[in-house]
T-cell receptor
Framework: KQEVTQIPAALSVPEGENLVLNCSFT??????LQWFRQDPGKGLTSLLL?????REQTSGRLNASLDKSSGRSTLYIAASQPGDSATYLC???????????FGTGTLLAVQP | EAGVAQSPRYKIIEKRQSVAFWCNPI?????LYWYQQILGQGPKLLIQ??????VDDSQLPKDRFSAERLKGVDSTLKIQPAKLEDSAVYLC?????WGPGDTQYFGPGTRLTVL
């Protein structure tokens, strides 16, 4: 059974810092991995999608890496801003089931 | 392009009562998903429709939960009777197709509190 874990559960940083969020998964037979952002009272927004054959994806200040063999992904946020404050979720597609399996999320607070 | 619409946004009920949620997906999206997100956890897929047929309902508690997708468009999710542990945010999502490459677009969710 695929299990997705995110560390840390919560993180508070001052504005301008670079930070790394971690995601690990138990079954490496995945099609892809996504990072989502969730704002209070709003749905999820997809930030980055990494195919299983890729090592990383970049969008603006965000960079996501994937090491499928070790079951790990990281989301790097450069020069953090208060507007980055949200819950960040990673999700894998594949493994034993063809559905998105989500992690528990990291609650990020960027202090001005 | 209009996003995924859900209603109501909030609902408070007593245990053993019934409740229904509504979802209108993005126009033209064939696949519709219902997720349950309990506080402090990631979303968990309850049911997936391809047009108006069920693709996956393996994690739907069928003794109390039911869902339907009328004419392959709108969908309703019903809980009858509700339990305390059903308190959660219920998210609806839709995608153009069905597969690992299809981006899922999420609605704002319905927050259910069962007292």
């Amino acid at each position: 059974k695929q299990e997705v874990t995110q560390i840390p559960a919560a993180l508070s940083v001052p504005e301008g810092e670079n930070l790394v969020l971690n995601c690990s998964f138990t079954d490496s037979a995945i099609y892809n991995l996504q990072w989502f952002r969730q704002d209070p009272g709003k749905g999820l927004t997809s930030l980055l999608l990494i195919q299983s054959s890729q090592r990383e994806q970049t969008s603006g200040r965000l960079n996501a890496s994937l090491d499928k063999s070790s079951g790990r992904s990281t989301l790097y946020i450069a020069a953090s801003q208060p507007g980055d404050s949200a819950t960040y979720l990673c999700a894998v597609y594949g493994g034993a089931t063809n559905k998105l399996i989500f992690g528990t999320g990291t609650l990020l607070a960027v202090q001005p | 392009e209009a996003g995924v619409a859900q209603s109501p946004r909030y609902k408070i009920i007593e245990k053993r009562q019934s409740v229904a949620f509504w979802c209108n997906p993005i126009s033209g999206h064939a696949t519709l998903y219902w997720y349950q997100q309990i506080l402090g956890q990631g979303p968990k897929l309850l049911i997936q429709f391809q047009n108006n047929g069920v693709v996956d309902d393996s994690q739907l508690p069928k003794d109390r939960f039911s869902a339907e997708r009328l004419k392959g468009v709108d969908s309703t999710l019903k809980i009858q009777p509700a339990k305390l542990e059903d308190s959660a945010v219920y998210l609806c999502a839709s995608s153009l197709g069905w597969g690992p490459g299809d981006t899922q677009y999420f609605g704002p969710g319905t927050r259910l509190t069962v007292l």
